[in-house]
């Protein structure tokens, strides 16, 4: 039988001394050897300035006398040196033990809070330990790592949650109509097709956006920033939803105001002003009017302001329009909206531009406004 070697195992490696028994050692150490140095310096150095000191004093004295004085003074010198050495070293060791208690506790602290987000457990936090300089800045930055995780994974959590609802409405429909089929209650007629096409495209169109949105937000979208004309832009938006409107019978109308050019990514911008044209859309009434101007804010901002005369949004939702699927109307699916991320990809996109975008409303019935600030160029 052959036995594997010691050291050699998968196990854990024993982690030897700890932090704070390396530290006492090697402060110890040190004392040590200055206590030593001294000792010895003192020992040959100060019987010899002593004799000096009685010879210029001139005292009478025999030989014997002289050399009784001078090892009575060496005997009491080393002996004073010895106990205040001994006692200086035992006082910086217990100083020494203090602190590095503290700085054991701060790293073991970090430690399992960092064993904790390792497992999952991004609530962990660690106490400042009061030591200042690096080491509360370390603590610091570590917590402000682990609320970022913390943050982080509950937006993944929350993302996750919402999506599988969205996604839940089409894939029923799909299954439903396929389960119908299969059992001869409807036919593939045109009809049909149309519900499976309309659900399969809302599950692309819901991959498409959360795949902008993500990207935006990580900033992994490629913006080409470049002089534009925000009259481009705006003529740009409304060719592409002037059909849409046309259909659901709502004016839309743009009304130039601004002179100055943006930087901004063209393509990106039409995305942009086509996400809030749609959602203005989807919450203005037929016979409604949505109004899409640009106007120079001072020489370095640019507004564009998307308007509806729709149903408005109450005050307390407001902060939240701008959030992943939030809808401020509970009773709104997804059926009848949007897939209820383009205010946040319009939001993440404008953000990418050095930009900033912002809703107003004084309430239900009243419409709403958007309005896009872009940087202005002179370019």
């Known amino acids: 039988m052959i036995k594997q070697a010691e050291g050699t195992g998968t196990g854990r490696r024993n982690p030897g001394p700890g932090f704070t028994t390396r530290l006492l050692v090697a402060q110890g150490l040190v004392l040590m050897a200055g206590?030593?140095?001294?000792?010895?310096?003192?020992?040959?150095?100060?019987?010899?300035?002593?004799?000096?000191?009685?010879?210029?004093?001139?005292?009478?004295?025999?030989?014997?006398?002289?050399a009784h004085v001078e090892e009575a003074f060496t005997a009491a010198l080393i002996i004073a040196l010895l106990v205040a050495l001994l006692t200086s070293v035992v006082m910086a060791l217990a100083?020494?033990?203090?602190?590095?208690?503290?700085?054991?506790?701060?790293?073991?602290?970090?430690a399992d809070s960092a064993a904790g987000i390792a497992t999952g457990q991004f609530s962990s936090r660690v106490p400042s330990p009061g030591l200042g300089g690096g080491v509360d800045q370390l603590v610091d930055t570590f917590?402000?790592?682990?609320?970022?995780?913390?943050?982080t994974e509950i937006t993944r959590r929350r993302m996750?949650?919402?999506?599988?609802?969205?996604?839940?409405?089409?894939?029923?429909?799909?299954?439903?109509?396929?389960?119908?089929?299969?059992?001869?209650?409807?036919n593939l007629d045109e009809p049909t097709l149309l519900v499976l096409r309309s659900s399969?495209?809302?599950?692309?169109?819901?991959a498409?956006?959360?795949?902008?949105?993500?990207?935006?937000?990580?900033?992994?979208?490629?913006?080409?920033?470049?002089p534009t004309d925000p009259r481009d832009l705006v003529e740009a938006a409304i060719r592409e939803a002037q059909d849409r409107y046309r259909a659901?019978?709502?004016?839309?109308?743009?009304?130039?105001?601004?002179?100055?050019?943006?930087s901004a990514d063209p393509e990106r911008m039409v995305q942009v002003l086509g996400n809030l044209l749609d959602n203005a859309l989807r919450h203005t009434p037929r016979g409604g009017t949505v109004t899409l101007t640009h106007r120079n804010?001072?020489?370095?901002?640019?507004?564009?302001?998307?308007?509806?005369?729709?149903?408005?949004?109450e005050p307390e939702h407001l902060a939240h329009v701008f959030d992943r699927f939030y809808r401020a109307d509970a009773a709104r699916n997804s059926q009848h909206g949007g897939s209820g991320i383009g205010l946040a990809i319009a939001k993440a996109l404008v953000e990418a531009h050095g930009g900033g975008i912002s809703a107003n409303s004084t309430g239900r019935g009243r419409g709403s406004t958007f309005t896009v600030r872009l940087p202005a160029t002179r370019e």
């Open 35 to 66: 206590a030593l140095t001294s000792w010895v310096v003192a020992s040959a150095v100060g019987p010899a300035i002593f004799r000096d000191h009685l010879e210029r004093a001139d005292v009478a004295h025999t030989s014997a006398e002289a």
């Open 208 to 226: 498409q956006d959360i795949s902008a949105v993500s990207r935006a937000e990580e900033g992994n979208l490629e913006i080409r920033l470049v």
């Open 95 to 110: 100083v020494t033990w203090y602190f590095t208690q503290r700085v054991q506790r701060s790293v073991t602290a970090m």
């Open 200 to 206: 399969t495209h809302r599950l692309g169109r819901l």
């Open 297 to 313: 804010v001072d020489d370095r901002w640019v507004d564009l302001v998307v308007q509806d005369s729709g149903e408005g949004i």
């Open 160 to 186: 996750l949650s919402d999506l599988a609802h969205e996604m839940r409405t089409p894939l029923a429909t799909l299954d439903a109509h396929l389960e119908a089929l299969e059992d001869g209650v409807r």
């Open 143 to 151: 917590n402000q790592l682990a609320l970022r995780l913390d943050e």
């Open 248 to 262: 659901k019978d709502v004016s839309l109308v743009a009304d130039a105001a601004s002179s100055a050019m943006v």
